[in-house]
């Protein structure tokens, strides 16, 4: 691999070129949370909180993108923070969504 090449498995949308003010809702044992989705992939999500949360890296939510119809695939998704940092935290799906990312592009639009 080269310096600088992308690890990420999947491709990811970044959302200030697709679609603006996307949020979602997280649900932990912390409690119940809305952020802004940075970006999206078929296999997590970059999110900036609105509040302060005490998640850590392995912490268990349902990730639910708010105001869309994408026939659940964005709804009570089982995911796990797999990094934070201030506000903002990165969240693996678990399993993966399984679509393509002109999927998603579709769905965001």
Not at 14 to 38: D, E, W
Not at 57 to 83: E, K, M, Y
Request: net charge positive; charged share 20%; proline share 3%.
């Amino acid at each position: 691999m080269s310096i600088g090449a992308e690890r990420r498995a999947y491709t990811r949308i970044q959302l200030l070129a697709y679609a603006f003010n996307k949020t979602c809702t997280l649900v932990m044992l912390q409690g119940r949370f809305t952020a802004n989705v940075v970006d999206l992939s078929a296999g997590g999500a970059r999110l900036r909180m609105h509040e302060p949360h005490a998640a850590s890296r392995g912490t268990g939510l349902t990730f639910s993108l708010n105001t869309i119809d994408d026939g659940g695939l964005l709804q009570q998704r089982p995911a796990f923070v797999r990094w934070t940092s201030d506000l903002e935290l990165g969240i693996e799906f678990d399993p993966g969504l399984g679509v393509g990312v002109s999927t998603l592009q579709k769905l965001l639009s």
